[in-house]
Antibody
């Protein structure tokens, strides 16, 4: 069965960096676009970034553009999110999600999420 | 950016009754609209995509309709496990700039 397991979250000071990982299993990782979606405490869902199946194409929400970088290692079935210049408003649970089919924009499978707290 | 607006913010319905949730897009998204369910402390679950196609394993009591800017999620006969927060999401942009609605909380009346 499809499994997505995020890791790397934690408490970090404003302006610092953090790298999240998402290990995938149960499907052909290299065939799907992968997304990051976040949810601030008590708030709704916010799409963060997407990478194409081969990692060549990447797109970001305006709120993180220039600070966050999404990447993937298809040989290790792993998705990454490098987060730089972190701000208090980046505090959230970060989910990785698999697209429903190739690159469609629909998040069919989700990980359990990894919490990120940006605080001094 | 396409803004998605859901209404109402909170909906109180009795078990066994029908629930109707609305989602409006600030510009046409065609039928590129998905619905997700999120229970407290849980991961979001995909219910509907393509405005009206149920995802795998989703019960038939869930149905989606609409196109363009107006969409509806209907739950025909509410079960206890259906009380949750529901989000709509558009995925029509290119380049991608996917956006979610703010959510509708479906609570027991």
């Amino acid at each position: 069965q499809v499994q997505l397991v995020e890791s790397g979250g934690g408490v970090v000071q404003p302006g610092r960096s953090l790298r999240l990982s998402c290990e995938a299993s149960g499907f052909t990782f290299s065939a799907y676009a992968m997304h990051w979606v976040r949810q601030a405490p008590g708030k709704g869902l916010e799409w963060v970034a997407v990478t194409s199946y081969d990692g060549r194409d990447k797109y970001y929400a305006e709120s993180v553009k220039g600070r966050f970088t999404v990447s993937r290692d298809n040989s290790k079935n792993t998705l990454f999110l490098e987060m730089n210049s972190l701000r208090a408003e980046d505090t959230a649970v970060y989910y990785c999600a698999r697209d429903i089919s190739g690159w469609y924009g629909v998040h069919e499978y989700w990980g359990q999420g990894t919490p990120v707290t940006v605080s001094s | 950016e396409i803004v998605m607006t859901q209404s109402p913010a909170t909906l109180s319905v009795s078990p066994g009754e029908r629930a109707t949730l609305s989602c409006r897009a600030s510009q046409s998204v065609s039928d590129n609209l998905a619905w997700y369910q999120q229970k407290p402390g849980q991961t979001p679950r995909l219910l509907i995509y393509g405005a009206s196609t149920r995802a795998s394993g989703v019960p038939a009591r869930f149905s989606g309709s609409g196109s363009g800017t107006e969409f509806t999620l209907t739950i025909s006969s509410l079960q206890s496990e259906d009380f949750a927060v529901y989000y709509c999401q558009q995925y029509t942009n290119w380049p991608p700039m996917y956006t979610f609605g703010q959510g509708t909380k479906l609570e027991i009346k």
